[in-house]
């Protein structure tokens, strides 16, 4: 987990009179890596100028970052809002890149809960919204509601439903451990249970989430609806009473084993081969019986391998570094890109 070391540096001027010139020095923040059995373990280091804080009240702006797994201990700029184009996405109806960089739809179906990721420390649900105009086969879908299991914990977030969209609501739900939670409107609010098992942080006024679970998985969120355009260009023949406002997510996982399972978590094995269709426009995975749960924060799917009081008797080795590759980096859609360790 990343970080800020000690006590942030705020801007810091110092004004130095040489040869008839003044020169403007800023501090920057400071980033450490608190997991253990990372290369960047116990290592400080310095924000980059382009990105001198981490945190920002500016949504659109880039805030520091550092990769613990990353070999190279570098801090770099980054967005932290989701990025549908990166490796650990889900967006639109509902569009997958695993961690192998590959691109995949599963479209599951309206009002039902389906694993995302499942391992022995961690499950990650989703609830999906939807429906099925007159002539269709299958639901148009998209994900309404994320449910965590972690610990002895579980947490929720979901988008609620609104007719229409209004950018001045904020259409963020929370629960934890089945209590709703409220987090106060506005950029840097923050909220922490009494334990600090998990972290809430919004990144704009309303309606974009980071949620961190330390040392396990980071979770960039965004709501948005289904606009007239999207209805327009996809015919989802959207209804006047519902504009199915839903989650964009990326996740960023920190030690996840060889047995993850999951929509998504199985294409972080190593040895994964995923049954997406290369060159096909829109290659679309099933397997809905095998992920399927029972509700939102339920880890009884028949593939579902989340059991947190075995963690400390497995002596598997996470995998390090494999989760956070960049397969996008030469294709900005992810299409066709296999990353393997």
């Known amino acids: 987990m990343m970080k800020v070391s000690m006590k942030s540096i705020w801007v810091v001027f110092v004004l130095l009179f040489v040869s008839g010139h003044v020169v403007e020095v800023k501090a920057v923040d400071y980033v450490r890596c608190s997991n253990n059995g990372t290369r960047c373990h116990g290592r400080s280091l310095a924000c980059p100028s382009e990105c001198p804080y981490t945190s920002s009240r500016d949504p659109k702006a880039k805030v520091c970052h550092v990769n613990c797994n990353s070999p190279y201990c570098k801090p770099e700029c980054k967005h932290r809002k989701p990025n549908c184009n990166g490796p650990g996405a889900v967006c ?3 569009r997958f890149i695993g961690g192998d960089g ?3 739809y599963f479209h599951g ?3 039902e809960h389906f694993s995302l990721v499942s391992d022995r420390n961690l499950q990650i649900n989703a609830r999906f919204t939807g429906h099925r105009p007159a002539g269709r086969s299958r639901d148009f879908t998209w994900i ?4 965590v299991l972690f610990d002895s914990h579980s947490f929720s977030v979901e988008a609620t439903k609104a007719a229409t969209w209004d950018d001045e609501i904020d259409h963020l739900k929370f629960t934890y451990n089945g209590e709703d939670i409220v987090i106060p409107v506005g950029p840097l609010a923050v909220w922490n249970p009494q ?8 990144i704009s006024t309303r309606n974009s989430v980071v949620v961190s679970v330390p040392n396990v998985v980071e979770i960039s969120v965004n709501v948005v609806p289904v606009t007239k355009e999207d209805d327009r260009i996809h015919n989802y023949r959207v209804p006047s009473d519902d504009c199915f406002t839903h989650l964009e997510v990326q996740f960023r996982f920190h030690g996840l084993s060889g047995n993850v399972s999951g929509v998504l978590g199985r294409t972080y094995q190593p040895n994964f081969e995923n049954p997406a269709k290369p060159g096909v426009a829109m290659p679309v995975v099933g397997g809905e019986d095998e992920y399927r749960t029972t509700s939102l924060v339920s880890s009884d799917c028949r593939t579902c391998v989340f059991n947190p009081e ?7 080795s996470p995998l390090i570094g494999y ?5 996008t980096h030469q294709a900005a859609s992810g299409n066709g890109i ?3 360790k």
């Open 195 to 202: 334990d600090q098992s998990v972290k809430v942080e919004r």
């Open 92 to 94: 639109y109806d509902p």
């Open 338 to 340: 296999v990353c393997r």
């Open 102 to 104: 590959i691109v995949f």
């Open 144 to 147: 309404q509601a994320l449910g």
């Open 109 to 111: 179906k309206s009002n």
């Open 310 to 316: 075995r963690v400390s008797e497995e002596d598997e």
């Open 323 to 327: 989760n956070i590759l960049d397969c």
